[in-house]
């Protein structure tokens, strides 16, 4: 059985940077607490190795009185980063570069007095840390466009980092015929979303099965495998090589591998050499997983 892996696997460079930033903080010794709001990644092995060497999940500041606060990949909002601040807590910005991006975009239009349309996920921690303000608009592929309703005739429009370009481009067409007076588009996708969409796309039409391997939590990787799946119907989501079924791979003689942002090379390398091992090992269509 041939394994295709996709272009772009791995972390992408925001995450990497994200994950070196936090190992580096956690070797320093610490007496007072290294944490984060939320995990600092959509990887749930990522984040178990990383509390393994003490890093501290929390949901709030209500508890904490000291030590090292790291702001997760997605961005924290500028209140609780203020707060963070007036209890002294040291600060490491793990912040991706395009998220950054987007928050630098939203404040220097609020401060000319602009209204902003974000077309994201309200849910999700990218679009909650950059809402801290009443004159934020959240849409989605949800979202009526014909009754969102802004009183403001000057709007700045932007997208979640992982948004599909395609329904950002759907999304600006719909509020160019809302007749404002000015109206400012940024393309705040970043470039590793769309090479990894358009890699996945190709992927899937070229192989029998297609696996995407991501967080359960990981927009991105959620988004890869719609876009998999509508494809090829032989698609699936695991987070890891023990969520394989030896059933997917009885009739197929290729299989696709695409990963999310946040999914590091040694999990792809498991999941890849367990698929093999399924392959080597099947003998008159019985399956024998070497574990």
């Known amino acids: 059985m041939k394994v295709k892996l996709a272009k772009n696997s791995g972390f992408c460079f925001g995450v990497r940077r994200a994950v070196n930033m936090a190992i580096k903080e956690l070797e ?10 939320g995990h600092i990644i959509h990887n749930r092995d990522v984040v178990d190795d990383l509390s393994r060497k003490g890093l501290k999940v929390i949901e709030n500041l209500k508890d904490v009185d000291g030590g090292t606060l790291i ?23 793990t912040t991706c570069p395009y998220v950054f991006s987007s928050h630098r975009i939203v404040n220097s239009l609020l401060k000319e007095g602009y209204s902003i349309i974000v077309v994201g996920d309200k849910n999700h921690p990218e679009i909650q840390a950059l809402c801290d303000t009443d004159d934020i608009v959240v849409v989605d592929e949800n979202t009526d466009f014909d009754l969102v309703n802004i009183k403001s005739k000057k709007v700045g429009l932007i997208a979640q980092t992982t948004l599909p370009f395609n329904f950002y481009k759907k999304a600006i067409r719909a509020f160019l015929k809302k007749g404002f007076v000015e109206l400012r588009i940024f393309n705040t996708i970043c470039n590793d979303t769309k090479k990894r ?23 991105n990787s959620k988004r890869l495998y ?21 059933g997917w791979f009885l009739k197929e ?18 999941v890849a050499d367990r698929i ?16």
Request: proline residues 2%.
């Open 276 to 291: 093999r091992n399924i392959d080597i090992s099947c003998k008159d269509k019985k399956v024998v997983v070497k574990s």
């Open 253 to 270: 003689d290729s299989v696709g591998i695409v990963s999310g942002a946040s999914t590091p090379d040694y999990i792809i390398k498991q």
């Open 71 to 93: 702001i997760r990949c997605h961005g924290l909002a500028a209140s609780v980063i203020s707060e963070a601040k007036n209890k002294g807590l040291k600060l490491i910005d």
């Open 28 to 37: 320093v010794e610490n007496t007072k607490g290294i944490y984060s709001i």
């Open 226 to 246: 719609q876009i998999c799946k509508k494809i090829n119907p032989r698609a699936y989501h695991i987070e890891n090589s023990s969520e394989l079924d030896e």
């Open 197 to 219: 969409q358009l890699s996945a796309k190709r992927l899937a039409k070229s192989v029998d099965c297609i696996l995407v391997v991501g967080g359960r939590f990981s927009a």
